[in-house]
Nanobody
Framework: QVQVVESGGGWVQPGGSLRLSCAAS????????MAWYRQAPGKQRDLVAR???????NYADSVKGRFAISRDNAKNTVYLQMNSLKPEDTAVYYC?????????????WGQGTQVTVSS
């Protein structure tokens, strides 16, 4: 029932910017945590940034100072503003959301959106 849809990916030159959006639908309650992960070719999927329902954030060391995660709880949408992009940021970016309902935790993933940083 819950659907997670990312958008905003594409190609950008080094030093450029992109903003990713992730809309989560199908829940009457806000998600406790929303996050962005990324997976580069031949690499594992790693956490990029996470934001709690209260607005607390965590970032991977590689993106600190360049990326900013935010959320709109009314819209169940999370954003990732990416500035000063580097070629090593090239990856498929995935949205992840978590919620607690009744007695269980539930986790959902988006399909991913490609970000390519090159000259």
């Amino acid at each position: 029932q819950v659907q997670v849809v990312e958008s905003g990916g594409g190609w950008v030159q080094p030093g450029g910017s992109l903003r990713l959006s992730c809309a989560a639908s199908g829940s009457a309650f806000s998600f406790e945590a929303m996050a962005w992960y990324r997976q580069a070719p031949g690499k594992q999927r790693d956490l990029v940034a996470r934001i709690s329902s209260g607005g607390s954030t965590n970032y991977a060391d590689s993106v600190k100072g360049r990326f900013a995660i935010s959320r709109d709880n009314a819209k169940n949408t999370v954003y990732l503003q990416m500035n000063s992009l580097k070629p090593e940021d090239t990856a498929v970016y995935y949205c992840n959301v978590k919620r607690f309902w009744l007695t269980s935790w539930y986790e959902y993933w988006g399909q991913g959106t490609q970000v390519t940083v090159s000259s």
